[in-house]
């Protein structure tokens, strides 16, 4: 997903080296054409549950950061995305906080969506989404904090609004288990196909197995 994200930036005036980075992905896309994502039927947690993570001025080129969020229900991914943010963020904190954002305005999407499904338990009670910044969350539950983030488009506050009403609830993760870092940047192999097999990810024989 990522490695889409960062093609498209270019797809006005590509170079000989995006069309060999678009024919890798081809590639990797081609050896793993038997993998699919595990859902399970009796998982004893079936809520819904949110990732959300920002690779801060990671694009050289103009310094914008990129935006990536994971929801899970019944184990598996059912809803992802990577994006470049539209503005040019101070901090990593204003960075997860748009990030932040962008991933509770899909939140309420898929909550309603569940509900008319009829998966009214997955969304009883507020949707946890996990960030690794403690500063994004303590700016999304004290207003206290609002002279600091002034500058922040008042569009992205309303993450603060949906905490207050208890439709989401912001909660901290420890870097290494921030599911959405693979949205967000490259990532070592090893890295990658850790949080690959997070994402419910399992080839064919596994699923046999199972």
Not at 38 to 60: Q, V
Not at 126 to 132: E, F, H, M, R, V
Not at 193 to 205: K, N, Y
């Amino acid at each position: 997903m990522y490695a889409v994200c960062l093609l498209s930036r270019f797809m006005e005036a590509p170079t000989r080296q995006h069309m060999f980075a678009a024919k890798r992905v081809l590639r990797y896309l081609k050896g793993t054409s038997t993998h699919g994502v595990w859902y399970k039927r009796k998982d004893e947690n079936n809520k819904l549950i949110g990732y959300t993570d920002s690779d801060y001025a990671g694009d050289l080129d103009d310094r914008k950061s990129t935006s990536g969020y994971v929801f899970f229900v019944a184990g598996g991914a059912i809803s992802w995305a990577s994006k470049k943010q539209p503005v040019v963020t101070l901090s990593t904190t204003e960075a997860e906080f748009v990030a932040g954002s962008y991933c509770a305005a899909q939140c309420v999407w898929l909550r309603k969506i569940l509900e008319q499904m009829g998966w009214k338990s997955s969304v009883s009670a507020a949707t946890k989404i996990l960030c690794d910044s403690s500063s994004a969350i303590k700016l999304s539950k004290n207003p206290v904090l609002h002279g600091r983030s002034k500058h922040i488009d008042v569009r992205f506050h309303f993450l603060r609004e949906l905490a207050k009403e208890e439709v989401i609830e912001m909660e901290h993760c420890r870097s290494h288990e921030q599911v959405a870092d693979i949205m967000t940047k490259a990532l070592h192999l090893d890295t990658f196909q850790t949080l690959r097999h997070q994402l419910g990810m399992c080839a064919e024989g596994d699923f046999k197995q199972r």
